[in-house]
C-alpha cells in the first residue's frame, strides 16, 4: 500500500513539474505575442502620425507656395544675374514665401528653416502700407512642421531648383512672368519624398 502511494505521489510530481513546464511555455508565447503585437502596434501607430503630420505639412506648403505673390523688386544677394526674388526664394538658409494668409492685401513673409533635426516654420506680417512690401519685423513662434529628418539634409536640399515658369505666351512685352516653381525632396527615416509646386498668381502685392 505504501508503494502505491509513494507511486502515485512521484506521478504526481512529475505531472507538476511537466504541467509548469508546459503554463511556461505557453506564457512564454503568449508573452512574445503580446510583445511583438505592442511594437507592430506601436510601429503602425508612429507611421500614421508620421503620414499624418506630412500630409497636414504638405497641404499647409502647398496652398502657401500657390498663392504667394510678388512683394518687392528685390535681388538675391543684389545680383540681377540670379534672377528676381519674386514669391518664393532661399535666404540665409530659410526659405521664404510671400503670401497673405489673412485677406487683407498684404503679404506675410512666411520662412522654413532647419533647427536640429527639424523642419521649422515661422511669419511675419508687412509693416509697409504699400508695395514694395520691405519690412518686416516681430516673427511669430516658431514651430516644428516636420520632426527628424534624416541628418546631412540641408535646405537648398529640401528646397531645389527654384526657377522662373516659361511665359505661356511669346509677346515677351505682355506681362514680366513672376511665378515660380520649386522641388520638394526630404528624407524620414530613410523613405524618400519627392512634390513638385508651383506659384499660381501672376501679379504683384499691390
Known amino acids: 500500500m505504501k508503494k502505491l502511494l509513494k507511486n502515485k505521489k512521484g506521478i504526481t510530481l ?14 512564454s508565447i503568449i ?21 499624418r503630420d506630412i500630409r497636414y505639412f ?3 506648403i502647398q496652398k502657401e507656395i500657390s498663392q504667394a505673390r510678388k512683394a518687392n523688386d528685390s535681388y ?5 544675374s540670379k534672377g528676381k526674388e519674386g514669391p518664393i526664394f532661399i535666404k ?15 503679404p506675410e513673409l512666411v520662412q522654413y528653416y532647419l533647427e536640429n533635426g527639424n523642419l521649422m516654420r515661422k511669419q511675419v506680417k508687412s ?10 519685423i516681430n516673427f511669430t513662434e516658431s ?13 537648398e536640399d529640401i528646397f531645389k531648383d ?30 524618400a519624398y519627392e512634390y513638385y509646386f508651383f506659384t499660381k498668381s501672376k501679379v504683384e502685392f499691390e
Open 76 to 80: 538675391i544677394d543684389e545680383n540681377e
Open 92 to 106: 540665409a538658409q530659410k526659405f521664404c514665401i510671400y503670401v497673405d494668409l489673412d485677406s487683407d492685401g498684404k
Open 127 to 136: 509693416t509697409d502700407e504699400k508695395y514694395p512690401y520691405l519690412n518686416f
Open 14 to 27: 512529475v505531472e507538476l513539474l511537466v504541467t509548469i513546464a508546459l503554463i511556461g511555455i505557453v506564457l
Open 162 to 191: 527654384i526657377k522662373i515658369i516659361d511665359k505661356e505666351s511669346k509677346n515677351r512685352q505682355e506681362y514680366e512672368e513672376t511665378r515660380k516653381s520649386v522641388n520638394l525632396n526630404f528624407k524620414i527615416k530613410g523613405n
Open 58 to 60: 504638405l497641404i499647409k
Open 31 to 51: 508573452y512574445n505575442m503580446f510583445f511583438i503585437s505592442a511594437k507592430n502596434y506601436e510601429n503602425m501607430s508612429n507611421k500614421v502620425e508620421l503620414n
Open 143 to 155: 514651430k516644428v512642421v516636420l520632426k527628424n529628418l534624416d541628418e546631412g539634409q540641408k535646405i
